[in-house]
């Protein structure tokens, strides 16, 4: 895929991280990021089911090449194509 029409997003819902897409990256473009904001809510954690996903998996498209080789490696498909808009493409084009 050409980096300037598309770039991979992951879908935090159905990532189970197991990181196969971070050692799939040949660029080193997957970074994983721990939410501090726990603070807010721990209290709830303990007694009740909360809906938080404090680790989460982000690009850095800066090194992202749109190889695609993180998609083939995620095995629950949570990694996928996000196709940028019109306006960003002609942008980019110029």
């Given at each position: 895929m050409n980096k300037n029409e598309a770039v991979p997003i992951v879908n935090t819902e159905?990532?189970?991280?197991?990181?196969?897409?971070?050692?799939?990256?040949?660029?080193?473009?997957?970074?994983?990021?721990?939410?501090?904001?726990?603070?807010?809510?721990?209290?709830?954690?303990?007694?009740?089911?909360?809906?938080?996903?404090?680790?989460?998996?982000?690009f850095c498209y800066e090194l992202c090449d749109s190889c695609g080789l993180c998609i083939s490696a995620c095995p629950v498909e949570a990694i996928h194509w996000f196709k940028k808009p019109e306006k960003t493409l002609k942008k980019n084009k110029t």
């Open positions: 159905k990532c189970i991280k197991c990181e196969k897409c971070v050692a799939a990256c040949p660029k080193k473009a997957i970074l994983k990021t721990i939410d501090s904001s726990c603070a807010k809510c721990i209290k709830y954690c303990i007694s009740m089911k909360v809906p938080c996903n404090p680790e989460h998996y982000i």
